[in-house]
Every structure is written in structure tokens, then in C-alpha cells.
């Protein structure tokens, strides 16, 4: 059975920084593109990042040079580090293993206020 585990959620300041993890169990993790999505209060779920199986990488044009989506194959993790973040960030985040097998895991909140 696939499962995608985030942590590292939490409230922030604005202009703080956050790290978001997310490992995967009962997936050969390097196989498969990993999303990072989002879903703020009343509004669609949206995609932040992406990485390639060869580590390349595409942003939301409103985190680009903010945040930055990473793997690690060997400890079948993903990861988000978020730096600069504004409350517009705000939001439940996700990761997704891409088709062939997708799976979504169970998300993890990150508010950024004052």
C-alpha cells in the first residue's frame, strides 16, 4: 500500500522559512515526478513545484526564487524549502506522485501570519 507523509507545516512569520517533507512508502520513489500542490481557504487546489525523475525542476510563477522543490532518491523523500514566505503562502500543502501511480498524501498546514 502507497503512502505519501508530509511534515513540516506549521505557523510563521512572514519572511520566515518553512521545510516541508514528504516520504513516500510502498513506492519506487525514483521513478516517479513529484508534485508539491496547494489549496488556500475557498480557492482551487494549485500546483507549487515540480520535479522531474532526473531532478529537473518548474515553479508557480508566485513562488519562483522563493521556494525550491528537492529529492532525495535513497531516503525516498521530497522536499519544499520555502524561504521568504508572505501570507498569501498560507495554505494546506500536498505532495503527489505523478502517473503512472498517483497518490496524494494527507497534507500539511502552513500559516503564515504575524
Known amino acids: 500500500q502507497v503512502q505519501l507523509v508530509e511534515s513540516g507545516g506549521g505557523l510563521v512569520q512572514p519572511g520566515g522559512s518553512l521545510r516541508l517533507s514528504c516520504t513516500a512508502y510502498?513506492?519506487?520513489?525514483?521513478?516517479?515526478?513529484m508534485t508539491w500542490y496547494r489549496q488556500a481557504p475557498g480557492k482551487e487546489r494549485e500546483m507549487v513545484a515540480i520535479i522531474s525523475i532526473f531532478g529537473g525542476t518548474n515553479y508557480a510563477d508566485s513562488v519562483k526564487g522563493r521556494f525550491t522543490i528537492s529529492r532525495d532518491n535513497a531516503e525516498s523523500t521530497l522536499y519544499l524549502q520555502m524561504n521568504s514566505l508572505k501570507p498569501e503562502d498560507t495554505a494546506v500543502y500536498y505532495c503527489y506522485s505523478n502517473p503512472p501511480d498517483p497518490h496524494w498524501g494527507q497534507g500539511t498546514q502552513v500559516t503564515v501570519s504575524s
Open positions: 510502498g513506492l519506487t520513489f525514483r521513478n516517479y515526478a
